[in-house]
């Protein structure tokens, strides 16, 4: 089992920044795939950026590609989102997850485990 746990959420004024974080603990494995999901009231989940913990391979939704950034934190078993230039739209819960396969997934039934979400609130 893998638990993980964002935090670093909050209310941004639009253009401004937040810095999302999640930890992960329990049985992690290099292999797997770390993605942030976001799911906006009345909307399906939606991929947002994954990244595999052995490599530097990074994947991102075109909506947030040049203004999200995701790493991860191999010896403390951290991912990050640093998010900027936020726009309304952006407004949602994130949701940290894992995918056992390493396959850089955007389907968030391919993940396996999910995070309690957090939440980002972008105002105009």
């Known amino acids: 089992q893998v638990q993980l746990g964002e935090s670093g959420g909050g209310l941004v004024q639009a253009g401004g920044s937040l810095r999302l974080s999640c930890a992960a603990s329990?049985?992690?494995?290099?292999?797997?795939?770390m993605g942030w999901f976001r799911q906006a009231p009345g909307k399906e989940r939606q991929f947002v950026a994954a990244?595999?913990?052995?490599?530097?391979?990074?994947r991102y939704a075109d909506s947030v590609k040049g203004r999200f950034t995701i790493s991860r934190d191999n010896a403390k078993n951290m991912v990050y989102l640093q998010m900027n230039s936020l726009k309304p739209e952006d407004t949602a819960v994130y949701y940290c997850?894992?995918?056992?396969?390493?396959?850089?997934?955007?389907?968030?039934?391919?993940?396996?485990?999910w995070g309690q979400g957090t939440q980002v609130t972008v105002s105009s």
């Open positions: 329990g049985r992690t494995s290099s292999r797997y795939v």
């Open positions: 990244i595999r913990w052995s490599v530097s391979s990074t």
């Open positions: 997850a894992a995918d056992r396969t390493g396959l850089l997934g955007t389907n968030p039934a391919a993940y396996d485990y």
